[in-house]
C-alpha cells in the first residue's frame, strides 16, 4: 500500500476514532509501530505492527447543568453556538463546572466521543475569553465529517479583532510556525520547529489608536490569531497574555468568531452563520472613535 501518514491511518482504519483524536493519542504515548514510539508524521507501511494502548480513564465525567446557551442552530447531527466570553470549553483542571460541554449534557440528548469522552461533542475549541460561534457534534459521524472539514478547510472560521496601533498595510497574510514558548510554557510563540499557521487578515476600521481587523484561519493552532497580530506589532486589545496589561483596556482579549461557514455533515448543503459581537467589543470600539 502507499505510505500514509500515522494519523491519517488511524483515523481511516480505527473506528470511531477521528484525525483528531488520533493525533492526540500518538502525542501522549499510546501509540507504538514495530514497539517504537510514534510520531504522527511517521509514515504506515505493509507490514508494520501498530498497538495502540487505551489511555487510563478519567476520574468521573461532566455533569450535566441547567446553563442558559445562545443556540444559533441546532438539528440531530450539530450545534451552532454563540459562546460567551469568559466560558471554558470543556472540564479542566481549575474548572471542574460551568463549562460549555456542561452546558451542552444539560441540553440532554447525545453528543459525539470522537474528540474523547471527557469532551463530548466538541468539535474545535475557542480560548475562554473569546466570545462567538463554535460548532458541536450530536454524533460521532458527523463528529468526524465536521474534523474532515476543519482539516480541509472547508469549514472556515472568520474573527473580528480590535488590535493595537494602525496596522500599515490594508490586507496580507501571516505566517509563522507555532509552538510552545520556550521558556513560559502557558504561551504559544513563532518558534522554530513548530507547526506551520498562517491568518489571512483584512483592516475593516482604524481609529486613531486602533485597528479593526477581520481575521480567517487557514490553520487552527492554539492562539493563533493572538499569537500573529503580536508578531505583526499589534497585539490584541486586551490581551494581557500576549500583550501586557494597559489601562482603560478590557479584561479579555477583543477577540470574537464572527462567522462560521460548514458544509452539512450528512446532506452536504453549504451554510453559514454569524454573530455580532457582543455589547462590551462594541462598547469598547465606539469608546475608541
Request: some cysteine; proline content about 5%.
Amino acid at each position: 500500500m502507499p505510505a500514509t501518514r500515522l494519523d491519517r491511518y488511524l483515523a481511516e482504519h480505527a473506528d470511531g476514532l477521528s484525525r483528531s483524536a488520533a493525533l492526540r493519542l500518538i502525542r501522549d504515548g499510546h501509540v507504538t509501530i514495530n514497539g517504537a514510539a510514534a510520531r504522527a508524521s511517521d509514515r504506515v507501511a505493509a507490514g508494520d505492527v501498530i498497538e495502540v494502548a487505551a489511555p487510563p480513564a478519567h476520574a468521573g465525567h461532566a455533569a450535566a447543568e441547567d446553563i442558559a446557551l445562545d443556540v444559533v442552530y441546532e438539528d440531530g447531527d450539530f450545534i451552532v453556538i454563540n459562546k460567551p466570553a469568559g466560558m471554558v470549553v470543556h472540564p479542566a483542571p481549575g474548572h471542574g463546572s460551568g463549562t460549555l460541554v456542561n452546558a451542552l449534557l444539560g441540553l440532554g440528548g447525545s453528543w459525539s466521543t470522537s474528540g474523547g469522552e471527557e469532551r463530548p461533542g466538541i468539535v474545535h475549541r475557542l480560548d475562554k475569553g473569546t466570545s462567538g460561534l463554535i460548532v458541536a457534534a450530536r454524533n460521532d459521524s458527523a463528529h468526524r465529517a465536521l474534523a474532515a472539514q476543519l482539516s480541509d478547510r472547508v469549514l472556515s472560521r472568520t474573527y473580528l479583532a480590535i488590535a493595537r496601533g494602525s496596522i500599515r498595510s490594508q490586507a496580507g497574510e501571516l505566517e509563522g510556525a507555532i509552538g510552545r514558548h520556550p521558556r513560559e510554557r502557558k504561551r504559544m510563540a513563532v518558534v522554530g520547529g513548530g507547526r506551520f499557521a498562517r491568518t489571512r487578515y483584512q483592516v475593516v476600521e482604524r481609529r486613531r489608536t486602533h485597528t479593526l481587523v477581520r481575521c480567517d484561519l487557514d490553520t487552527g493552532r492554539t492562539h493563533q490569531i493572538r499569537v500573529h497580530l503580536t508578531t505583526l506589532g499589534h497585539p490584541i486589545a486586551g490581551d494581557v497574555q500576549y500583550g501586557g496589561r494597559r489601562p482603560g483596556e478590557p479584561s479579555r482579549p477583543m477577540l470574537h468568531a464572527w462567522r462560521l461557514r460548514l458544509r452539512h455533515p450528512r446532506t452536504g448543503l453549504e451554510m453559514s452563520f454569524e454573530a455580532e459581537p457582543p455589547e462590551d467589543f462594541q462598547s469598547y470600539w465606539s469608546s475608541l472613535a
